[in-house]
Antibody, heavy 119, light 110 residues
């Protein structure tokens, strides 16, 4: 069955960097685009970034543009989110999600990893 | 930047029908926005309900349906049940690889 497992969250000081990972299993990883979506405590979902199946195309939300790098390793079935210059307002649960074969169908989600930016 | 709008809250009686909408601060939603809908209960990951405006995700009961109503995307729940009480989010494709979620609707069944 399809599984997405995020890791790498934790407490980080403002201005520091963090790299999140999402390990995928149960499907042919290299066939799918992958997204990151975040949710601040008590707030709604916010789309963050997407990477195409072969990694050749990446797109980012304006609110974090310039501080994010999404990447993937299809040999390890893993997608990463590098976040730099973190701010308190970046505190959130970060989910990875698979985009199904139909454009825009975020059909499977991980359980999320919590990032807390605090001094 | 265009904002995706949703009703902050809605209430429906058990067995009733409710339609949640997903609009734009400027302009009309069409199928070109590839709207999708997600259900989320506290502490849980989102669950996919509808994608590409109309298509129900695998395992989702046919009580849930997606459409375009006027200038908005819509999620209709018929025969509402107690466990439909959740937060509901839509997301729209803005072009150039960018997606934007609405602020979510908190649905109460009472």
């Amino acid at each position: 069955q399809v599984q997405l497992v995020e890791s790498g969250g934790g407490v980080v000081l403002p201005g520091r960097s963090l790299r999140l990972s999402c390990a995928a299993s149960g499907f042919i990883f290299s066939d799918y685009s992958m997204h990151w979506v975040r949710q601040a405590p008590g707030k709604g979902l916010e789309w963050v970034a997407v990477i195409s199946d072969d990694g050749s195309n990446t797109y980012y939300t304006d609110s974090m543009r310039g501080r994010l790098t999404i990447s993937r390793d299809n040999s390890k079935n893993t997608v990463h989110l590098q976040m730099d210059s973190l701010r308190a307002e970046d505190t959130a649960v970060f989910y990875c999600a698979r985009e199904g074969f139909t454009f825009g169908a975020f059909d499977y989600w991980g359980q999320g990893t919590l990032v807390t930016v605090s001094s | 930047q265009t904002v995706v709008t949703q009703e902050p809250s809605f209430s429906v009686s058990p067995g009733g029908t409710v339609t949640l909408t997903c609009g734009l601060s400027s302009g009309s939603v069409s199928t070109n926005y590839f709207s999708s809908w997600y259900q989320q209960t506290p502490g849980q990951a989102p669950r996919t309900l509808i994608y590409n405006t109309y298509t129900r995700s695998s395992g989702v009961p046919d009580r849930f349906s997606g459409s375009i109503l006027g200038n908005k995307a819509a999620l209709t729940i018929t025969g509402a049940q107690a466990d439909d009480e959740s937060d509901y989010y839509c997301v729209l494709y803005m072009g150039s690889g960018i997606w934007v979620f609405g602020g979510g609707t908190k649905l109460t069944v009472l």
